[in-house]
Structure formats: structure tokens, C-alpha cells
């Protein structure tokens, strides 16, 4: 069955330094792959996703992931993450069939 | 700000009652999601609707019901209310009614229940 992991729960980053969160997925076939963050009070943003090609995805606001199939990862990174992306991030797979299947979230805490 | 909307931004009730939240979704989108989020669950998918139709269900309660108008928007019903629904709702809408689509997601309504 698909299924996706966000393997940390929280990650607690100094302001300035880079962010790599990780998410990895189980699923048959080439999967559509996406990353949504959830400020504190706010709805889901789409930050990016991944259909195919390039396998390296720039988002909003800074960020970036890349799709690796050998690895069944689609990591999210930022090289200098600011006080603002303290938030929720999720990240989900779907197929052109099956709705999309959620991670349970990764919350960002941002040290000054 | 997505285009979708939610109201009421916060509904306080108390167990045993029933409400009802209401979505209405991007010019455009056919396709209308609802989610429930709680400290203690996470984010879970409720059901989805597509021009009408129901298109699929998650880990929906039978105690709560949703539908979607001609006017697409629409509206998720809950009723015999406990302790543990209390929760923030969201709507989603999406244009198609895919896995592949991206979700535009509205603010959400948050339910307390006394």
C-alpha cells in the first residue's frame, strides 16, 4: 500500500542555517510528489510538487527538493531558512487514481 | 490567500449538537476536500466530493455527513457531537479530482466542544 514517512516529528534549526527535512514514500510506480506548509493558524500552501522530468523542484519562498527514485526520498531543503518558516511541513504522494496520501508533518522551530 | 473559503472561522458548541461548516471552493474547482486536524491525529482526510458526487471517503465518522451543491459549494454536516471532535476543519478544492491535482486549501473552522 502507499504510504509516506516523515521521519521527524519536530526539527529545531538556528536561523541562518540550512534545512533538510525528509520524507519518504512507499508506492508502486512513479509517484507525484508534493510538499505543503502550514504557517501557525493558517490552511495548507502548496510549496512545490514533482510530476517528472528535472528531478531537482524549486518551490516558493526558497525552497527546494529532489526527487531521488533509487532512494524513495523527496527531501525538502532551504540553504538559510529565516524566522518566517517557522511552520508545519507536509509532504504527500499521489497518483492520477488514488487520492493523495499524507505524512504526519514535520514542525520547523526556528533558534534566533 | 487561495480563493477558497470557510465559515464560521470558529464555532463553539457543546456535546451532543449538531453544525454544519461550509466551503466554498476556487472559481473554477469542481473537486471539494475535507480535512480534520487535531493535536492527536493529525491531519486526516474526511471525504471528497467531485461536481456532486461523492468521489472518495477516508476516515469519515458515520456521525458526520457533507455534500456538494449545484453551486459547488459545500457544506460537512456533524452531528451527536463529543469531546473528541473538537478539531480544526478544513476545505480543500482542487480543479480535477486527482491524486495529481494540487489542493488549494481554505483557512479552516475551528471546533470547540464544551
Known amino acids: 500500500a502507499q504510504s509516506v514517512t516523515q521521519p521527524d516529528i519536530h526539527i529545531t534549526v538556528s536561523e541562518g542555517a540550512s534545512l533538510e527535512l525528509r520524507c519518504n514514500y512507499s508506492?508502486?510506480?512513479?509517484?507525484?510528489l508534493f510538499w505543503y506548509v502550514q504557517s501557525p493558524g493558517q490552511g495548507l500552501q502548496l510549496l512545490l510538487k514533482?510530476?517528472?522530468?528535472d528531478t531537482l523542484v524549486q518551490g516558493i519562498k526558497g525552497f527546494e527538493a529532489e526527487f531521488k527514485r533509487s532512494q524513495s526520498s523527496f527531501n525538502l531543503r532551504k540553504p538559510s531558512v529565516h524566522w518566517s518558516d517557522a511552520a508545519e511541513y507536509f509532504c504527500?504522494?499521489?497518483?492520477?487514481?488514488?487520492?493523495?496520501?499524507w505524512g504526519a508533518g514535520t514542525k520547523l522551530i526556528i533558534k534566533p | 490567500d487561495s480563493g477558497v473559503t470557510q465559515t464560521p472561522k470558529h464555532l463553539i458548541t457543546a456535546t451532543g449538537q449538531r453544525v454544519t461548516l461550509r466551503c466554498s471552493p476556487r472559481?473554477?474547482?469542481?473537486?471539494v476536500y475535507w480535512y480534520q486536524q487535531s493535536l492527536d491525529q493529525g491531519l486526516q482526510f474526511l471525504i471528497q466530493?467531485?461536481?456532486?458526487?461523492?468521489?472518495a471517503k477516508g476516515n469519515i465518522l458515520e456521525r458526520f455527513s457533507a455534500q456538494q451543491f449545484p453551486d459547488l459549494h459545500s457544506e460537512l454536516n456533524l452531528s451527536s457531537l463529543e469531546l473528541g471532535d473538537s478539531a480544526l476543519y478544513f476545505c480543500?478544492?482542487?480543479?480535477?479530482?486527482?491524486?495529481?491535482?494540487?489542493?488549494?486549501f481554505g483557512p479552516g473552522t475551528r471546533l470547540t466542544v464544551l
Open positions: 508506492y508502486g510506480a512513479t509517484p507525484y
Open positions: 514533482y510530476f517528472s522530468g
Open positions: 480543500a478544492s482542487s480543479t480535477g479530482g486527482r491524486g495529481t491535482d494540487t489542493q488549494y
Open positions: 504527500a504522494v499521489g497518483d492520477i487514481n488514488y487520492q493523495l496520501i
Open positions: 466530493y467531485y461536481n456532486g458526487e461523492e468521489r
Open positions: 472559481s473554477g474547482d469542481l473537486s
